[in-house]
């Protein structure tokens, strides 16, 4: 197996990062290929945390590649102090490798997200530049880092841009915009310390897949905030199907032959849009409380509900997911029942179906060691799906992780 896609099925925060580095013993490269530092991947190794917002949740492991591909927005000062948090709990950065070609994110950027997030019809974004970045860069405004670096022409590329912005936030906003020498400056200042790791990362593209290299694609956000197929408006600025592994690295098609599916037992949201399945009353608190439902990167308090067996079918479907791993199965242990939604009403409302609840699940070392009703619950769920839950995990560390 040369290249496998690791994606969220849901609203994001499905625990991407601990089943990516599960997963990553098994590879020689992990690489971020769409999305920015609006992505939180929580690790637990060894009884600590650590936060991954941009780098990949490969870099755990000091024998292994981790890129941060071409589709990948980059907020140059994130990444330092990722970088810089890293090396504190002694773990080396030297595997990092960053395209030239990601776009930067700027603090015009960032002033935009925010002065869009306080109008009315706002979505609830992170307010980390990552709409205003990925516009830019359709629009051929974007700057890329090879932009900055390659000789001449740097500042008036920044300038340009940043004029733009600054009209748009003073005239359209009533924003006074960040200082354009002020910002360039801290940016190269950045990019001074980044440029080791800048390189061309389509290269090491073509050459992993002509000697079949074992590549991890660890995607961010979840299918159903992808700007495309998800819940339009309500959505990202990226997108997560596992085709945009290939266009935010420059891996070729014909390499992928593993699509890893990441879900909740249940569904969370951060951030405004429809959710079916959303529950208001004690269960959901509890849910929260149990399952930490705490945004990694805005500190927001996540939507809970139950799992969708509809969205789920439309998300596997469309990322082509071969193989699902299903996360906090310890968080619903000890609930009286557990309901998924199987189907739809004619007024559109999620029909349950409803599991006897579980116990608590301790150290279970295989898939036999779980308990019955979990099994019938996680068995159910494969059927709909058509495809094998094959990863199960009860608990944020590594070693609470059943492979099947
Ligand atoms: P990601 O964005 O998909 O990587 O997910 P986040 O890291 O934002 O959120 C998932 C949270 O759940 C993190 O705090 C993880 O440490 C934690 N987690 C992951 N898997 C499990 C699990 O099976 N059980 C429990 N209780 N927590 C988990
Ligand atoms: P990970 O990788 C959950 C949500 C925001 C908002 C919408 C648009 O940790 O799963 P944006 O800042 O991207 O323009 O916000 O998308 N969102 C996420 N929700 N997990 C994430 O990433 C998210 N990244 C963005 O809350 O609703
Ligand atoms: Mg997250």
Same mark, same amino acid.
């Given at each position: ?50 936060? =991954? ?12 590649? *981790? ?24 773990? *080396? ?14 603090? +015009? ?6 002065? =869009? /997030? ?26 890329? +880092? ?13 300038? #340009? ?21 002020? #910002? ?54 990226? =997108?997560?199907? #596992? ?21 909740? *037992? ?17 269960? *959901? ?60 009403? #004619?007024? =559109? ?33 494969? /059927? ?18 059943? /492979?099947?």
């Amino acid at each position: 197996m040369s290249a496998s896609v690791l994606l969220g099925l849901q609203w994001g925060d499905e625990g991407k990062g601990k089943i990516t580095d599960y997963l990553a013993s098994q590879a020689e490269i992990v690489l971020r290929f769409q999305g920015g530092d609006n992505a939180g991947h929580t690790l637990l190794i060894d009884g600590k945390k650590y936060f =991954n917002h941009l780098i990949p949740s490969g870099i755990m492991y000091d024998d292994k590649l *981790s890129i941060i591909g071409n589709g990948v927005v980059v907020n140059p000062a994130t990444l330092v102090k990722e970088i810089a948090g890293l090396k504190e709990n002694g773990i *080396s950065a030297k595997g990092l490798r960053v395209s030239e070609k990601c776009h930067l994110i700027t603090p +015009f950027h960032i002033a935009l997200d925010g002065a =869009n /997030e306080m109008r009315k019809g706002s979505i609830g974004t992170t307010k980390k530049g990552i709409g205003p970045a990925y516009s830019d860069k359709a629009a051929r405004r974007g700057l890329r +880092f090879l932009d900055l670096l390659d000789g001449d022409g740097g500042f008036q590329r920044y300038e #340009s841009a940043a004029k733009y912005h600054s009209f748009v936030l003073k005239e359209y906003f009533g924003i006074e915009p960040p200082d354009i020498q002020d #910002s360039y400056d801290k940016i190269m200042e950045y990019l001074n310390i980044l440029k080791t790791y800048i390189c061309n990362t389509e290269e090491l593209m073509f050459e992993a897949y002509e000697k079949g290299t074992k590549i991890l694609f660890e995607g961010a956000q979840g299918i159903l905030l992808d700007l495309d197929h998800g819940t339009y408006p309500f959505v990202t600025s990226s =997108n997560t199907v #596992s085709g945009a592994a290939l266009c935010g690295s420059g891996y070729p098609l014909g390499g992928v032959k593993k699509i890893t599916g990441v879900f909740k *037992s249940y569904t969370t949201r951060v951030g405004d849009g429809p959710f079916a399945t959303e529950l208001f009353d004690d269960i *959901s608190e509890a849910i929260c409380d149990k399952g930490g439902e705490y945004g990694t990167t805005t500190g927001r308090k996540r939507r809970v509900g139950w799992a969708d067996i509809v969205d789920l079918k439309r998300a596997v479907l469309l990322s082509g997911t071969t193989d699902l791993a299903m996360t906090k199965a310890d968080v619903l242990c000890g609930m009286e029942k557990v309901l998924i939604a199987e189907g739809r009403d #004619s007024a =559109n409302k999620p029909i349950y179906k409803e599991f006897e609840g579980w116990g608590e699940i301790i150290q279970a070392g295989k898939y036999s060691d779980l308990p019955e009703n979990l099994k019938k619950y996680i068995e159910y769920i494969e /059927e709909q799906l058509g495809v094998p839950i094959n990863i199960i995990s009860y608990g944020p560390a590594r070693r609470q992780t059943i /492979e099947r």
